[in-house]
């Protein structure tokens, strides 16, 4: 009997070591029974059970709604509340709304405030249902406020090109002035050195008595 029971454990040990993958065979070397296998395997799993639980648990009540669009905040709040029902834990609706809340941008502190006052519970479709529609509010308004802005930039850019269409443009900067290079709709001719020179000689040939002007080394 006990060489045939000795048999027994022996297959079905080899048995469910056919079907375990290579890491977690690692966890059964040195079981010499089925039953000895089978319980290092529960305690095994049973840890990475409980972290994982505890990582989704995180991951649930500290989400964030970022740059996602209300619904799809909504279904990975969902999505991870599935699990962890999978895993034997319990998470009301309740639960998925705070989560929601506490994820939401400051945008949305007005229907925070409003969800949180009740004094009844909501369903969590009516409470996506009033999400969604503080989300189209506040995409209304941020459209209006970037309209308005434009139009005023516009405004600004006409008004400027208006008030400076009626004035002359000077060409020319201040280091220029007085050397001949003002530039105006004027008729006068300008005056430069070389006429200056043509002036000076025409005035010292027209007499004798008159004395040249000194205008230094030459």
């Not at 505890?54 to 964030?64: G, H, I, W």
């Not at 996602?68 to 709304?97: C, H, P, T, W, Y």
């Not at 004027?186 to 005035?203: A, D, E, F």
Request: with cysteine; charged share 20%.
């Amino acid at each position: 009997m006990l060489i045939k029971a000795v048999k027994k454990d022996l297959a079905l040990l080899s048995l469910l070591m056919a079907t375990l993958s290579d890491d977690a065979m690692e966890h059964i070397i040195g079981c010499k029974t089925p039953q000895e296998a089978w319980t290092c395997l529960q305690d095994r799993f049973a840890l990475v059970s409980v972290a994982r639980i505890n990582q989704l648990k995180t991951e649930f009540y500290t989400a964030q709604k970022g740059a996602d669009s209300v619904d799809k905040f909504l279904m990975r709040l969902k999505s991870i509340r599935d699990q962890l029902v999978s895993a034997g834990e319990k998470v009301s609706d309740n639960d998925l709304i705070i989560a929601a809340l506490t994820g939401l941008p400051q945008e949305f502190d007005m229907i925070r405030t409003v969800i949180l006052a009740r004094e009844t519970s909501i369903s969590v479709k009516d409470f996506g249902a009033q999400l969604l529609s503080a989300e189209l509010a506040n995409e209304s308004r941020i459209s209006s406020l970037t309209n308005s802005m434009s139009a005023m930039y516009v405004h600004g850019e006409s008004s400027n090109s208006r008030s400076n269409g009626g004035h002359g443009r000077y060409q020319g900067d201040s280091s220029n002035m007085g050397s001949g290079s003002y530039q105006g709709s004027s008729n006068q001719r300008p005056y430069s050195s070389q006429n200056k020179g043509s002036y000076n000689s025409n005035r010292y040939a027209s007499g004798n008595n008159f004395t040249r002007p000194y205008f230094g080394n030459q």
